[in-house]
């Protein structure tokens, strides 16, 4: 039995984008729009956007990246789209205990700025567009 998760996409829309959790993966698309992996690693590199950069190492040649978190160089050998997925959305619904932001999720957050309540971190085709770019990672 899934998890259905109704959230507030970015501003482009006030409708809800449901998503159903089940086995600890998001397997349907967040969008109907394909991710773009261009874009996807743009806001991945991006200190004001994905920011995965402070956690994580990728592959590349940037400046100062993270190690608290694991080297996302070759995750898509690790870990599926769905699994990814989930990871990006919510990803204390794997590890409660993570210091990762739930890039998605707006419920359920603590000392959230007010400006920013209510209001995702990526929007849901920014969530495609990193996993997209994640899934080229091999």
Do not use: W
Request: proline share 8%; charged share 15%; aromatic share 8%.
């Amino acid at each position: 039995m899934g998890l259905v998760c109704g959230l507030l996409a970015a501003a482009a829309t006030a409708a809800p984008v449901a998503y159903v959790v089940e086995d600890y993966r998001i397997a349907a698309p967040l969008t109907a729009t394909p991710g773009d992996a261009v874009r996807g690693e743009e806001i991945a590199t991006t200190r004001a956007l994905g920011n995965c950069l402070t956690c994580h190492v990728l592959p590349g040649d940037y400046e100062f990246p993270g190690t608290t978190g694991p080297t996302l160089v070759g995750v898509a050998r690790r870990l599926d789209a769905g699994q990814l997925r989930l990871r990006l959305v919510d990803p204390k619904q794997i590890n409660p205990y993570t210091m990762m932001p739930a890039y998605f999720r707006t419920t359920g957050l603590y000392r959230v700025a007010p400006e920013y309540v209510g209001k995702p971190i990526l929007s849901a085709q920014q969530v495609e567009d990193v996993l997209a770019y994640l899934l080229t990672l091999r």
